[in-house]
């Protein structure tokens, strides 16, 4: 008998016969978030997409093992600044292999991005240095995700997502 609480949580699927005949809406709805997301986010930060591009990739990098434990501790959920160790520096190469950047574009951008001091420099490589704490950019983070919220009902409202309930231990397991 199993004698952990448990709590419903709700979970947001796509699969294929939700899609069935609903592509061009789905298409839709995807490309204008990412319209959106782009123009506020450069808006934010001044940079074009390129830039925007080589900016996220390095923000997701420098933080993606972190943020891929099992267990996350809560300094990483909020708005604390985090020490350097928890940023791993990301090489010019990786760069352009995760974005398909040319190298030299990505050198000199790179090189832009730490002179305007959204990311710094690292004998490793670059990483990005807690850009939580830029509230022109913590405002445009807001405004994506209310999008994304506005969007996820859009196809929920349509039938291309369906909600399930799914009981989940208290303790996460």
């Given at each position: 008998?199993?004698?952990?609480?448990?709590?419903?949580?709700?979970?947001?699927?796509?699969?294929?016969?939700?899609?069935?005949?609903?592509?061009?809406l789905?298409?839709?709805?995807?490309?204008?978030?990412?319209?959106?997301?782009?123009?506020?986010?450069?808006?934010?930060?001044?940079?074009?997409?390129?830039?925007?591009?080589?900016?996220?990739?390095?923000?997701?990098?420098?933080?993606?093992?972190?943020?891929?434990?099992?267990?996350l501790?809560?300094?990483?959920?909020?708005?604390?600044?985090?020490s350097?160790?928890?940023?791993?520096?990301?090489?010019?190469r990786?760069?352009?292999?995760?974005?398909?950047?040319?190298?030299?574009?990505?050198?000199?951008?790179?090189?832009?991005?730490?002179?305007?001091?959204?990311?710094?420099?690292?004998?490793?490589?670059?990483?990005?240095?807690?850009?939580?704490?830029?509230?022109?950019?913590?405002?445009?983070l807001?405004?994506?995700?209310?999008?994304?919220?506005?969007?996820?009902?859009?196809?929920?409202?349509?039938?291309?997502?369906?909600?399930?309930?799914?009981?989940?231990?208290?303790?996460?397991?």
């Amino acid at each position: 008998m199993n004698s952990e609480p448990t709590v419903n949580t709700s979970r947001v699927r796509m699969t294929p016969e939700t899609l069935d005949g609903k592509h061009r809406l789905a298409a839709f709805h995807a490309g204008n978030h990412f319209i959106i997301e782009s123009r506020l986010l450069s808006d934010a930060t001044g940079l074009d997409p390129v830039m925007l591009l080589i900016l996220s990739t390095i923000a997701v990098g420098s933080v993606q093992r972190t943020m891929r434990a099992g267990s996350l501790e809560d300094r990483f959920k909020g708005m604390e600044p985090l020490s350097v160790a928890d940023f791993r520096p990301m090489s010019r190469r990786l760069i352009a292999q995760a974005t398909g950047l040319p190298r030299e574009t990505v050198r000199r951008r790179v090189a832009q991005l730490v002179e305007m001091g959204f990311i710094e420099e690292d004998g490793r490589g670059v990483r990005s240095n807690n850009l939580v704490s830029n509230p022109r950019l913590m405002g445009a983070l807001e405004q994506v995700l209310k999008h994304q919220v506005l969007i996820t009902n859009a196809l929920i409202a349509e039938g291309v997502f369906r909600v399930e309930q799914s009981p989940t231990s208290c303790f996460g397991k």
